[in-house]
Structures are given as C-alpha cells and as structure tokens.
C-alpha cells in the first residue's frame, strides 16, 4: 500500500478542526500563575498561564480586558475563562479569555517581596552606597551570557558610540540552579583581576524565573560589595530584579546599559570641536592683548633710546632755534623801530640842529650860557656855530632887564 504524506498545513488543519468542535473546549475554567504579561498599546492583555507542569499561551482582548478590575502581573495567581483554539501559522494552540479574577499571588512574587523588604531595611538600596559611573571608561566589564543577544548588543552599542574603550566580558550562566553562584562569582573575579572601570551585569528578557537568579541574595550582596561601579541590565524595561536596586545604576535593557556607561563619539566631537573652536578665539584674544602690550613695550623702550632721545632733543633744539631766531628778528625789528622813533626825536630836539638855521651855542669854562648874567667882563666865549667854534673875549655885557 502506498503512503500518504501529509503537509504540515493539512495536519494543522485538521488538529485545529479538531479543537474548534470539541464542545470540551468551548468554554474552559482554568487556574494558573501568570508570566510573561504585556498589556498592549490597544488595551489587550498576553501573557503566558502555568502551573508547575505546563503552561499556555493566553491572549485577552481589549473588549474583555477592559472589565478586569486589577491590573495583572508576573506571579499573580488567576482564575481565567475562555475558549481554547488553534493558531495555525505558529502551529501552536492558545486560550482566549474572557473572563480573568484574581486567585492570590504567586509564591516567586512573595519571595522577591520579602527579599526587597530585608535588604532594604539594610540599606543595600541607599543612595549614599551608590558609585557613580565614570565619563570616559577606558575599559568595560560585561557579566552576561557568551551566546545571548544582550551581549551583542551590548557591544554593537559600546562599538558604536565609544569605540576608545575595550570590553571584556566574563561568561556566566544567567538562568537556571547554578546561575546565581555564577554571577556572584564573576563579580568576585572582575573586581580581583581591577581591569574595568565599570561592570554591567544582567540578560536580555524573560519570565519571572527566567530572571531569578538576579533575585538571589548571594548575588545582591556580591553586587552591594563590588569596589567597581555596577549597571545592571535585567530584561525588558518593565522587568524590575532586586539587582536592580543594589547596582549603583539601573538600565532598562542591555542596550541602555551600554548607553549609559559610554559617552557618544558624536556628541564627544561637537564638544571638541566647541572647545577647539572657544580655545582658538581665546588664544588670539591673549596674543593680540600680549601683542599690543609688546607694541607698547616696544614704544616705551624706543623712547628711551640714547638715539631717539638725542634726535628729539634735536627737533626741540632745531624748534627752539627757529623759534630764537624768529624772536631775535622780531625784537630787532622792534629796538630798530624805536630807535628810528628815538633817533628822530633826537633830532628834532638836538640843539644843534637849530644852527642850520644861523643860531649859535656859546659857553664860557665849559657850560652853556643861558643868561647874561653867566658872564662877566673879560671872560672867554666860546661860541660853537654850525660849521665851526668862534673864541672871543667878552668886552662889556649889557642887561636889557628881560627875564
């Protein structure tokens, strides 16, 4: 008999025709933990349901999830109802709910509840414990998985934005038993071997025990004891581990982490060439200052040149000859002037200037005779006319009585 090959499809198909008219599961009651949850943009509820057995894909729609009176977490307990079916492109089956109520909490959520209450009343989440994480990390330590994608990532964005620092990243198991020790233990190690100037420890996302090793005390308190600063990068942003807490910085996801503990080149760039730029105009302002100060030096000392000095001293000298012989000329011209004005007075009042028109001048022993009665018998007149002196002997003087 020849065989008969099925496609995937048919079989999906007829599994899917299967489940649509079995009337067991139109409407099943359920109980299980919720995991996983993601409360959509447009108000639909996924997360995954379980127990310590098995676990389902559960899906709510906004029509239904809009009557939950609780908003739904990782580790509720949960009574749901709803239809299971098959969705065939994922060739898996999923529940649709239409009713979700509250069961308790789960027993993980409780745990990580009592654990945060203890260590913060310690003070492991106190902000004066926090170190802050350097500007310029020469070196970056990583704690995560060698094979995940938040170790990729990681170093796609270390690589992107700061490609000056080195990375060295300590492989550690980051779920299951032995996950805890490990972290805890790396940790130790990346702080004996001092060669990071940071350490981002954490994963990419998961469910709640997925992440619990990042809830374990061993590894809080390795954390709470590191001499090097500690990002943790934990799952999704909506994930929140005790890790978190402890690390002096927490980042959303992996990505964030490296973001966080690295500058951007470009903005590194701008800053450089802000300061290059702000250096420049500063240097040619202090050397043109420096400039004009030497040109004042500079005029000062030429100032004092034995040279210099001597040149002006001989403009000075050359002005004030100028200026003497200038003044000597104007007083020449001036004693000139008076003496012209003297000179004619003088003439005009010189006796003498009278015998030009036949007057004469006599004395006797030497003085000049104004009055007859200056003169007696017998004395010898001299009598000065204008071309020569007349001597002659007085014979007899008459007084006519006129004063």
């Known amino acids: 008999m020849e065989e008969r090959y099925l496609t995937v499809s048919a079989l999906t198909k007829y599994i899917k025709y299967k489940f649509d008219h079995d009337h067991n599961l139109e409407e099943v009651l359920l109980e299980g933990e919720i995991s996983n949850f993601t409360h959509h943009s447009r108000g639909h509820f996924y997360f995954t349901l379980k127990d310590e057995g098995a676990q389902i894909q559960a899906r709510m729609f906004a029509s239904y999830a809009s009557r939950v ?4 977490k990782d580790g509720d307990k949960v009574f749901v109802k ?9 060739g ?3 529940i649709n709910i239409t ?14 509840e009592k654990l945060k209450a203890e260590l913060q009343e310690k003070g492991l989440f106190n902000e004066e414990h926090k170190k802050p994480i350097p500007l310029f990390p020469k070196t970056i330590g990583v704690i995560t998985s060698p094979t995940g994608a938040a170790i990729r990532d990681i170093i796609n964005t270390i690589s992107r934005r ?7 990243l300590y492989p550690a198991n980051v779920q299951g038993e032995s996950a805890k020790e490990d972290i805890a233990n790396k940790i130790k190690k990346a702080n004996f071997d001092n060669l990071c100037d940071v350490l981002i420890v954490g994963r990419g996302g998961g469910s709640i025990e997925d992440l619990w090793a990042f809830n374990e005390p061993v590894v809080a308190y390795q954390i709470y004891e590191s001499n090097i600063p500690i990002i943790s990068a934990v799952g999704h942003e909506i994930d929140f581990t005790i890790a978190d807490f402890v690390a002096d910085k927490r980042a959303a996801t992996p990505t964030a982490a490296a973001e966080l503990a690295t500058p951007d080149v470009r903005s ?7 300061y290059v730029d702000a250096l420049t105009k500063r240097i040619k302002y ?10 004042a030096i500079d005029r000062k000392i030429d100032s004092y040149n034995p040279k210099k000095v001597l040149e002006h001293k001989r403009e000075i000298l050359d002005s004030n000859q100028k200026r003497l012989i200038l003044l000597i000329n104007q007083i020449l011209e001036s004693k000139k002037h008076q003496y012209e004005l003297l ?11 009278i015998m030009d028109k036949g007057y004469s001048i006599s004395e006797v022993d030497g003085k000049i005779i104004n009055d007859v009665k200056d003169v007696k018998k017998d004395d010898i007149l001299k009598t000065k006319m204008k071309n020569g002196t007349i001597i002659s002997k007085v014979l007899e003087v008459k007084d006519d009585g006129r004063k």
Do not use: W
Not at 99 to 112: D, F, V
């Open 92 to 94: 898996n089956y999923q």
């Open 268 to 274: 590194l760039r701008e800053n450089v060439n802000y």
């Open 99 to 112: 009713e979700l109520k509250t069961s308790g909490i789960g027993e993980l959520y409780l745990a990580y």
């Open 162 to 168: 700061y490609p000056l620092c080195h990375v060295i």
């Open 69 to 72: 009176k609780f908003e739904p």
């Open 286 to 295: 202090v050397f043109d200052d420096r400039k004009m100060y030497l040109m």
């Open 82 to 90: 709803g239809k299971v079916l098959v969705y065939e492109p994922g």
């Open 343 to 353: 000179k004619t007075a003088i003439e005009n009042n010189n006796p003498l200037k």
